[in-house]
């Protein structure tokens, strides 16, 4: 099991630990994640979100994985739609995107890979590319037009892990 990974805002004032390997390392290209984006870049000198080609990396974590070790106060939940599930948290201090959490029974929260101290784990699938801007990377990363059965199934199978309370990866 990867031991544990830092990740911090911009002028380090909000840090999070995610301990373990993550889900998954991905970028995504879906309208949400890029309209979600867009709203995040907007804020006052706030940093870039997304990546040239309009993707936004993300590591998937299992909930029970994630712990706010400073900042937590400073934290700001921002949402496309006011019923949406889906919270982009940014800190405050900074307006750096650092967290996705969810409302509804989604077991993961994504910490923003641009965020990671360090080297972020390697990236192993893009999906939604069907939403991509122009001038896409070439490299031998995984493609999917949608969300492929592999990130479903890992998705899943950390869900299993979590409600027997398996530890490793």
């Known amino acids: 099991m990867m ?3 830092t990740a911090r805002c911009r002028c380090g004032s909000v840090e999070l630990e ?3 390997a993550p889900i998954t390392s991905v970028v995504c290209y879906c309208d949400d994640c890029q309209a979600g984006a867009r709203q995040l870049e907007a804020l006052p000198n706030a940093g870039p979100v997304r990546e040239p080609d309009g993707g936004v990396g993300y590591l998937p974590y ?3 994985r994630v712990r706010i070790r400073s900042g937590a ?3 700001r939940g921002y949402k496309l739609q006011p019923k949406s599930a889906t919270n982009r948290m940014v ?3 900074c307006n750096t995107a650092v967290l996705v959490t969810f409302d509804d029974s989604r077991h993961w929260a994504n910490v923003y890979r641009a965020r990671v101290i360090g080297h972020a784990p390697p990236l192993q699938m893009r999906i ?3 939403h991509r ?3 896409g990377v070439s490299d031998t990363v995984r493609e999917s037009s949608g969300y492929p059965f592999r990130l479903l199934a890992k998705l899943a ?3 299993i892990a979590m409600l027997f309370g398996v530890l490793a990866k």
């Open 73 to 75: 106060e400073l934290l």
């Open 128 to 130: 939604c590319t069907r």
């Open 157 to 159: 199978a950390a869900r």
């Open 3 to 5: 031991a544990s990974l």
């Open 62 to 64: 299992r909930k029970d």
């Open 18 to 20: 995610a301990s373990g």
């Open 91 to 93: 800190a405050s201090c």
């Open 133 to 135: 801007q122009a001038g």
